[in-house]
């Protein structure tokens, strides 16, 4: 008995752990964190994280494991009226996320195949940066890497082998957990300006901290955990009901941000020490990781393995992306599963090919100077995906009724509540959706 739970425990940290790790922890922060001053952006982030994202990954989990179903429908059961169109602000921001999601995936594939072929073998870093931007300025490339990249996925979730796909989650998460030790192994004792990298990280500097510094930070923190969108809402829901939520909301966070964390402790010492710039936005992890295999004894099979687990990686997340949408589509349009996933693999293959050219630097697909890629990665983080978790905690500490929330957060109604969930509902009614109301309305002018 003992053992049965203590394994489903692993089981269910290992699934939502899949979901969340992801581009997000390996690519999306350090490029961020190099852009918004390091040590200042992670400082914010790891507040923000335990502040706003905990709340509303708690109360994802709640109101997905008091109800047992879909997302859109959970919303529908708890009240009637127009919180259903939550639902719907999921489905669409899973539309654009995964339009340029499978477009960075799409660059590991391409990674992957260099590394294999000992493309960078003996190159410089300018040359390295070069190859990359012939890469993205040919068009045709970055697209059909794009496409296969979406095509696996697809496949993937056509054949619903979501026990296949789990399965190999709790054996390739580790691996690319114990890789990526080694490379900051690597980073921190072989390089020679590796000081500069860690301090450009770790040491607080709290004057580089602006409106858009806590802005950016939460959206990352909301899409690294995979949050405002209704996932986790309906990995919740699969949760059993004695497994205990705070905690394991505590444990996915701190995981998370580790493995971000770690990411940065690759990139950054190899960035100053081949004289790369922090701030060069999503090229970062490709420009500066075959830099690292070119010195490392054994790198040309590191970055193989490396560029792999990148992309198995991206595909885990991909996967449940692309899946959220299927769900929707083929049971409120009640289409056949596999017509539904072609059709909207179809339609984000145009936005996902259209995010690939926008950044060929041809002007194609560029609103306002910026290119369609670069929009749709803010726009979904930093508006979408704030304003759906800002919904999901304003009904879980206020529309929800409040014993569903305690019998969730604590595993029991009767008892006084504990002093862990009146901070936590606390943090959930007041603390989180204020927080983010007031950085909206400071951020369009009205405060
Ligand atoms: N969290 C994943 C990452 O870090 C991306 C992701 C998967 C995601 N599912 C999501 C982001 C749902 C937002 C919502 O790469």
New binding site residues.
Partial sequence: MARGEFNSRIGTFATVAG???????LW?FPYLAGENGGSAFLLVYLCVSLLVSLPVMLSELSIGRSQRCNAMRAFKNIAPGPWFLVGFLGVA??YV?TSF?MVVGGWSLEFLRASVVGEFSGKSSDEIKNYFDLFLAGGTGPTLQALVSLGISLVVVVLGVSKGIERFNKILMPALFVLILILVCNSLFCLPESWKGVTFLLKPDFEKISLQTVLTAMGQS????????G?MLTYGSYISSDRNLPKTALGIVTF?SLVAILSGMVIFPAVFSFGLEPTQGPTLLFNTMPNIFQQMPGGYGFSILFFLLVYF??VT??V??LE?VTAFASEELRMKRWKACLAIALTMSVTGSMCALSLSGHGWFEIGGKPLFDIFDSV?SNVM?PLGGFFIVLFAGWIMPSRVLQSQLTNSENESPSINYVVLRFLIRFVSPIFVALLFLTLIGVI
Avoid: E, K, P
């Fill in positions: 979901s969340v790790v992801g581009l997000g922890n999306r921001a899973a996320i999601y909301f899409f690294s955990l995979s949050l405002g969108m996932a998370d990686a991206a997340s991909q449940s992306l959220t979904s995906l």
